[in-house]
């Protein structure tokens, strides 16, 4: 059973539409985060959220808006998508707390063109 | 706020050779400190990862790191290097609020 599990894996679509990425854990886990990885692979967390509620913004553009309905699930819906957009964007989970670890999903492969 | 240095974007190492990747890092706090690896097309995996105690953590797949509050490191090693050890390897700090800092990364390449 795949732990952290995040739809679709390869995405391509014109400058300008909105996409949604989806995101599913079912580890139990209370935290859930977006992760995006640029194209030198460089990580950076976007986002991430406890409980259903917003912890970490970075800053990202609003055009990227985070929803959680519930514990288990948080996807990523962007607006207007640019060629900048481009990127690995990886969801992951884990336990509320300091040091404890944290499960990423296969990530998605968006690409603008 | 915490850093991570990884040097030498790209590893190439022999079969059956030490794997050494270097990781050091910056940190106001007593940090956690992680390796996560990344196989081609996949995400993370974590390797091992250090919070408190014995300074000497073993992860899966043979590797192992060494916390030196000293040196401000926490370098990954690997006695003998298997062809299936090629991949993309985060050195990752983390201060609280489940907030990892990743390094840049190394691509480790190994050589028949």
């Known amino acids: 059973d795949t732990a952290v599990s995040q739809t679709p894996k390869y995405l391509v679509t014109q400058m300008g539409n909105d996409k949604s990425i989806k995101c599913e854990q079912n580890?139990?886990?209370?935290?859930m985060y977006w992760y995006k990885q640029d194209s030198k692979k460089f990580l950076k967390i976007m986002f991430s959220?406890?409980?259903?509620?917003?912890?970490i913004n970075e800053t990202v553009p609003n055009r990227f808006s985070p929803k959680s309905p519930d514990k288990a699930h948080l996807n990523l819906h962007i607006n207007s998508l640019e060629l900048g957009d481009s990127a690995v964007y990886f969801c992951?989970?884990?336990?509320?707390?300091?040091?404890?670890?944290?499960?990423f999903g296969e990530g998605s492969w968006l690409t603008v063109v | 706020a915490q850093s991570v240095t990884q040097l030498g974007s790209h590893v190439s190492v022999s079969e059956g050779a030490l794997v050494l990747l270097r990781c050091n890092y910056s940190?106001?706090?007593?940090?956690?400190l992680f390796w996560y690896v990344q196989y081609p097309n996949q995400g993370l995996q974590l390797l091992l990862k250090?919070?408190?105690?014995?300074?000497l953590v073993k992860g899966i797949n043979g590797f192992e790191a060494e916390f030196k509050k000293s040196e401000t490191s926490f370098h990954l090693t690997k006695p003998s290097a298997h062809m299936s050890d090629a991949a993309e390897y985060f050195c990752?700090?983390?201060?609280?609020?489940?907030?990892?800092?990743f390094g840049k990364g190394n691509q480790v390449v190994v050589i028949p």
């Open positions: 992951a989970s884990s336990q509320e707390g300091h040091g404890n670890t944290i499960y």
């Open positions: 580890l139990g886990h209370d935290t």
């Open positions: 959220y406890n409980n259903k509620e917003l912890i």
């Open positions: 940190s106001s706090v007593p940090p956690y």
């Open positions: 250090y919070t408190t105690g014995a300074t």
């Open positions: 990752a700090v983390s201060e609280g609020n489940n907030r990892l800092a």
